[in-house]
C-alpha cells in the first residue's frame, strides 16, 4: 500500500523590518505556485512568515508591537494565499504573530487544506529566549515577552490523506513535542522556524547550530516513526544570520531533501505515509514496547531532582 502526500518545504529568505505584508505575500504566492506545478499537496512555510522576526527588539509597551500580528486569518492581505491554494488545489502551513480578540499572544501556525480551508491552529508550547530587556546582547531574543506559551499541547489531525501533526522551532528539540504526536499516530510533523546562528548565552553551540537542527528532527523521525518537515526563515535579517537547512525527513531519520540556499527556496519529496508503518509497527511498536509506568517524572516535573 502507499498513500502519497508531496510536500514543498518554502524556505524563505531574510524579511527585513520595512518590508510590508503584501510584498512578503507576494513571495509566498511565487513559492505557493512553484510548488503547485510542481505537483506538491501541501506547502510548508516558515514560522513568523510574514513579518521579520520582530522578537529580536525590545519595546516598553507591547502593544507599541500590535502591528506585528494577526487579528484576523486570513485578513485583506493574506486572503490571495487562502484563493490562490483553492484555485491551485494545494493546502498550505503557515506560521504567524497571533493577537487575539481578548488580548493573548501566540506564536501560531495554521493548516489550511485544498479548498482553502483552515484545518487546524496550533500555538507554540516551547517559547525559548527571554522575557525582559537584556541590553547587552546583540540582539534580543525576547519571544518569552512577546508570546505566551499555550497550554493547549499538541494535536494531530487527519488531513491530506494520513495523520498531521504542527510544532513551532524550539518545539522541535524537545522529545516531548514529537512523542505526544507520536501517541496520537502522527505521520507528518510540520515545522516552521527561524533560528539564528549566534546563540547568546553559549557562542560554542553556534557552530553546532546545522548539526543540531538536523539532529533532532532526524532523531524525532525515526524515534516516532514519522515524515517531518523542517522549514526556515534564514539568511541575514536586520543584522541577524539565521540558519537555513531546511529538510524534509523520513520516518527512516534519513534527509531526503534539504535546501542549498538562505534564500527563497523550494524544496519538494514524495512522502509515502504508509512507510511510517515500518516503524511504528516494528522497532517502535508502543503498544507493546513502551513502559509508562516508570517514565513519570516526564509529566511529573518540570525540572532536574537529585536524591
Ligand atoms: N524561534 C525559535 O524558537 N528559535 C529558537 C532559538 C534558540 S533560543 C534563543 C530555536 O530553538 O531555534
Known amino acids: 500500500m502507499s498513500r502519497i502526500v508531496t510536500v514543498g518545504a518554502a ?4 524579511i527585513q523590518r520595512g518590508d510590508d505584508r503584501a ?13 503547485a506545478a510542481a505537483g506538491c499537496d501541501l506547502i510548508v512555510f516558515p514560522e513568523l512568515a510574514l513579518t521579520t522576526f520582530f522578537p529580536r527588539w525590545f519595546v516598553e509597551d507591547i502593544t507599541e508591537a500590535d502591528h506585528w500580528y494577526e487579528t484576523a486569518m486570513p485578513s485583506p492581505v493574506t ?8 484555485r491551485l488545489s494545494v493546502g498550505f502551513c503557515l506560521g504567524y504573530a497571533e493577537l487575539t480578540p481578548d488580548g493573548h499572544r ?8 485544498k479548498s482553502g480551508g483552515t484545518v487546524a491552529k496550533y500555538r507554540k508550547v516551547h517559547i525559548p529566549g527571554h522575557e525582559h530587556h537584556e541590553p547587552d546582547r546583540p540582539f534580543q531574543h525576547a519571544e518569552r515577552y512577546y508570546f505566551e506559551p499555550s497550554d493547549e499541547g499538541f494535536g494531530v489531525w487527519q488531513a491530506f490523506g494520513g495523520r498531521m501533526g504542527m510544532m513551532i522551532c524550539n518545539d522541535r528539540r524537545w522529545p516531548e513535542s514529537y512523542r505526544v504526536m507520536g501517541l496520537k499516530g502522527v505521520e507528518m510533523i510540520l515545522c516552521g522556524y527561524n533560528t539564528p546562528i549566534h546563540y547568546v548565552p553559549d557562542p560554542s553551540q553556534d557552530i553546532l547550530q546545522g548539526f543540531h537542527n538536523a539532529l533532532v528532527m532526524q532523531s524525532g523521525a525515526y524515534q516516532n516513526g514519522t515524515w517531518v518537515v523542517g522549514v526556515a526563515k534564514a539568511g ?72
Open 106 to 113: 501566540f506564536n501560531t501556525q495554521i493548516l489550511v487544506d
Open 11 to 14: 524556505q524563505l529568505g531574510p
Open 236 to 307: 541575514v535579517e536586520e543584522g541577524v544570520d539565521s540558519l537555513g537547512q531546511s529538510m524534509i525527513v523520513a520516518p527512516s531519520g534519513q534527509i531526503v531533501a534539504q535546501t542549498l540556499s538562505t534564500d527563497d527556496e523550494l524544496i519538494t519529496a514524495r512522502c509515502d505515509l504508509d512507510w511510517c508503518r515500518r516503524y511504528k509497527e516494528t522497532l517502535f511498536d508502543f503498544g507493546r514496547y513502551r513502559r509508562p509506568e516508570v517514565y513519570g517524572p516526564i509529566t511529573g516535573q518540570r525540572g532536574v531532582t537529585l536524591d
Open 79 to 86: 486572503a490571495p494565499l487562502f484563493e490562490e491554494a483553492r
Open 23 to 35: 510584498s512578503v505575500v507576494a513571495r509566498l504566492l511565487e513559492l505557493l505556485r512553484q510548488g
